[in-house]
């Protein structure tokens, strides 16, 4: 079982930097991959980025060269630093982790609320 918290959201203006950071219990969360997902108001989830066990990541074309995502193995912490924001970056960001070595993702924390004025 593995529980997500997330922290690092809140208000910032255009054009200016946020890093959220995903904390796992878990001893396997290694072993892990883990997602990044964003929800508007009234629009679907959407993913945002991932970053695989073997560190390996990959993005969505809205925030490429924007975004990074990155995670520490030892803190059992996954980050996604964001730049350049935009005021369409605003909504709930969650992160998402799978099994062990599993690509479906089967846990979700509470989510953390980024909001960039223009």
């Known amino acids: 079982q593995v529980q997500l918290v997330e922290s690092g959201g809140g208000l910032v203006q255009a054009g200016g930097s946020l890093r959220l950071s995903c904390a796992a219990s878990?001893?396997?969360?290694?072993?892990?991959?883990v997602g990044w997902f964003r929800q508007a108001p009234g629009k679907e989830r959407e993913f945002v980025a991932a970053?695989?066990?073997?560190?390996?990541?990959n993005y969505a074309d809205s925030v490429k060269a924007r975004f990074t995502c990155s995670r520490d193995h030892a803190k059992n912490t996954v980050y996604l630093q964001m730049n350049s924001l935009k005021p369409e970056d605003t909504a709930v960001y969650y992160c998402?982790?799978?099994?062990?070595?599993?690509?479906?993702?089967?846990?979700w924390g509470q989510g953390t609320q980024v909001t960039v004025s223009s």
């Open positions: 878990g001893r396997t969360f290694s072993a892990t991959n």
């Open positions: 998402a982790a799978t099994k062990p070595w599993d690509t479906n993702y089967e846990y």
């Open positions: 970053i695989s066990w073997t560190l390996s990541t």
